[in-house]
T-cell receptor, first 111, second 113 residues
Framework: DAKTTQPNSMESNEEEPVHLPCNHS???????IHWYRQLPSQGPEYVIH???SNVNNRMASLAIAEDRKSSTLILHRATLRDAAVYYC????????????FGTGTRLQVFP | DVKVTQSSRYLVKRTGEKVFLECVQD?????MFWYRQDPGLGLRLIYF???????EKGDIPEGYSVSREKKERFSLILESASTNQTSMYLC????????????FGPGTRLTVT
């Protein structure tokens, strides 16, 4: 299974942009890049996903490197509610639909 | 909104007891999953199911079994609970194809004493 590498923790101030990096140097051509986050005392929730092109949705943006070996989740204006553990996951429908979670990045947001 | 509910938020059981964790989803999803989450290890897949009465082993199935008699319900069974099964258990569901999002329940924190 392809692996991802993320920093253990990051910090941000409220209303500032946050860039959460992820390395996935062994990504294959059929792997999608998914991001989930887990707020305290809750199950993970889907944030965004992409294959090759950058993606935007109401929660965040995903920037994917041209060689696809790394990606960055961008929160445009961090709020206190964004404090969570963020997981970068490679997903392939050839791998029986399972998500393989690493240990993620714990984001702290300060007022 | 998709709802995935789990029968208990907190559960305390004794070593050797048979434990049932129930999960129900209300969006007619084909796929259902059971994960456990432990500090420093992230989420690990125990079992998943593509359809009623179908099940597949995940990465750590030892000591667990599952049951899916109805599409909306997926049960995780600990046949004889042990202390190393103390953990947070998370259930998830997803549409079979064309959708990549897994929807998670709130989790059940199980303590085996």
């Amino acid at each position: 299974d392809a692996k991802t590498t993320q920093p253990n923790s990051m910090e941000s101030n409220e209303e500032e942009p946050v860039h959460l990096p992820c390395n996935h140097s062994t990504i294959s051509g059929t792997d999608y890049i998914h991001w989930y986050r887990q707020l305290p005392s809750q199950g993970p929730e889907y944030v965004i996903h992409g294959l090759t092109s950058n993606v935007n949705n109401r929660m965040a943006s995903l920037a994917i490197a041209e060689d696809r070996k790394s990606s960055t989740l961008i929160l445009h204006r961090a709020t206190l509610r964004d404090a969570a553990v963020y997981y970068c996951i490679l997903y392939s429908s050839y791998n029986t639909d399972k998500l393989i979670f690493g240990t993620g990045t714990r984001l702290q947001v300060f007022p | 909104d998709v709802k995935v509910t789990q029968s208990s938020r907190y559960l305390v059981k004794r070593t050797g007891e048979k434990v049932f964790l129930e999960c129900v989803q209300d969006m007619d999803h084909e796929n259902m999953f059971w994960y456990r989450q432990d500090p420093g290890l992230g989420l690990r897949l125990i079992y998943f199911s593509y359809d009623v009465k179908m099940k597949e082993k995940g990465d750590i199935p030892e000591g667990y079994s599952v049951s899916r008699e109805k599409k909306e319900r997926f049960s995780l069974i600990l046949e004889s609970a042990s202390t190393n099964q103390t953990s947070m258990y998370l259930c998830a569901s997803s549409v079979r194809t064309g959708s990549y999002e897994q929807y998670f329940g709130p989790g059940t924190r199980l303590t085996v004493t």
